[in-house]
């Protein structure tokens, strides 16, 4: 069983820079692909970034590459999402995800966190 535990939304600035920390309870951290969706209010939960196990392979969403960061250190079981540039599009309850069962851009993962606002003004 993992436990996931998201922080570090907030209200920032359409221009500004947020990190987003997701810490996991249980031992099998390290060797599970880890995700970042989002969900923005009326839509669908959707794909934001997701890193392997040992962090040495990421993926983005067209929408989020070359202003977002995924990384993780396994020593610290923790996952982070590091979103720079922000835009008021970027408004989204942000979620942190662990072990996908399908591809990793799918919403079907077998942990979720509880979820972080992120609100981008402009």
């Known amino acids: 069983q993992v436990q996931l535990v998201e922080s570090g939304g907030g209200l920032v600035q359409a221009g500004g820079s947020l990190r987003l920390s997701c810490a996991a309870s249980g031992r099998t951290f390290s060797t599970y692909t880890m995700g970042w969706f989002r969900q923005a209010p009326g839509k669908e939960r959707e794909f934001v970034a997701a890193i392997s196990w040992s962090g040495g392979t990421t993926y983005y969403a067209d929408s989020v590459k070359g202003r977002f960061t995924i990384s993780r250190d396994n020593a610290k079981n923790t996952v982070y999402l590091q979103m720079n540039s922000l835009k008021p599009e970027d408004t989204a309850v942000y979620y942190c995800?662990?072990?996908?069962?399908?591809?990793?851009?799918?919403?079907?993962?077998?942990?979720w966190g509880q979820g972080t606002q992120v609100t981008v003004s402009s």
């Open positions: 995800a662990a072990r996908p069962l399908r591809d990793y851009a799918v919403a079907y993962y077998d942990y």
